[in-house]
């Protein structure tokens, strides 16, 4: 059993980014944290201890099972009080031209490992009658993601399992909130190898910690989802009443190779 004094947040895909962000509101606001990603933790670490948080790290790919144990192994019989799974990442080009091992590993890092950690977590949860989750999801899975088809469809997935998985847990003291970025300026893009895109070269694209600051707000609320940002929200309404074929059609323009120099 792991000895954490104050409550505690386990925050995956925390190495940057949103789930950096997310990592730095759980210290500010008292909680230890244990971080979980892929990459290394060294910049994470450094602006972590500016704050003098309490900082523990597992270094996992949560894409296996193996990743996901090493992480349930380190939490241990501690009681979790936030879980942020915020570990994800996109793939871009169209789907019969990707590596289909790259493509699988899109699925099972945004949804089999992110189900394998919300599955143990939820139970303990649920069991110590309190605790709250914050999924990132994505406005992508509003909408087909025409040469981003993996990623937008693992989202749309995410987005709506959020919802359910929250409806079955009302009445337990665990809330759930998914979290559902737009375009955010961070290495997103370049590890999806989307650089020469319109959507990867955008201009303006909002900061994680704009992102993270009304994702940790809402968690904190008790809120079912939140789309991050006004812009987001309005391209998230009209997702909702364009036909499908045409939302296609519209993401291609912005990521479809070489789109960039258009």
């Known amino acids: 059993m792991n000895d954490y004094?104050?409550?505690?947040?386990?925050?995956?895909?925390?190495?940057?980014?949103?789930?950096?962000?997310?990592?730095?509101?759980?210290?500010?606001?008292?909680?230890?944290?244990?971080?979980?990603?892929?990459?290394s933790f060294e910049s994470a670490l450094d602006q972590l201890a500016e704050l003098e948080a309490e900082v523990d790290t597992v270094d996992?790919?949560?894409?296996?099972?193996?990743?996901?144990?090493?992480?349930?192994?380190?939490?241990?019989?501690?009681?979790?009080?936030?879980?942020?799974?915020?570990?994800?990442?996109?793939?871009?080009?169209?789907?019969?031209?990707?590596?289909?091992?790259?493509?699988?590993?899109?699925?099972?890092?945004n949804v089999t490992g992110t189900l394998h950690l919300l599955h143990a977590v939820g139970r303990a949860m649920r069991a110590q009658s309190g605790g709250r989750i914050l999924i990132t999801g994505s406005i992508a899975g509003f909408m087909p993601g025409t040469f981003q088809a993996v990623y937008n469809g693992t989202k749309a997935f995410i987005d709506s399992f959020s919802w359910a998985f929250r409806n079955e847990l009302k009445d337990t003291g665990v809330t759930v909130t998914c979290l559902m970025p737009g375009v955010t300026d961070t290495e997103f893009f370049e590890r999806a190898d989307l650089m020469d895109t319109k959507v990867g070269t955008q201009e303006n694209k909002m900061s994680p910690a704009e992102v993270a600051e009304i994702g940790f707000k809402a968690m904190m609320a008790g809120e079912g989802d939140v789309v991050a940002g006004f812009r987001n929200k309005v391209e998230a309404a009209m997702a909702s009443v364009t036909p499908a074929a045409r939302l296609a059609e519209q993401h291609r323009k912005i990521a479809e190779p070489g789109s960039a120099k258009d």
């Not at 004094?5 to 509101?25: D, M």
Request: hydrophobic content about 45%.
């Open 5 to 39: 004094e104050r409550p505690l947040a386990v925050v995956t895909g925390a190495s940057s980014g949103i789930g950096l962000e997310l990592a730095k509101l759980c210290a500010k606001n008292g909680f230890e944290l244990l971080l979980a990603a892929d990459r």
């Open 60 to 109: 996992a790919d949560l894409a296996t099972t193996e990743g996901v144990d090493a992480l349930l192994a380190r939490i241990g019989d501690s009681r979790v009080d936030v879980l942020i799974a915020n570990a994800g990442h996109g793939l871009g080009k169209g789907f019969l031209d990707q590596d289909f091992d790259e493509a699988r590993h899109v699925v099972d890092t």
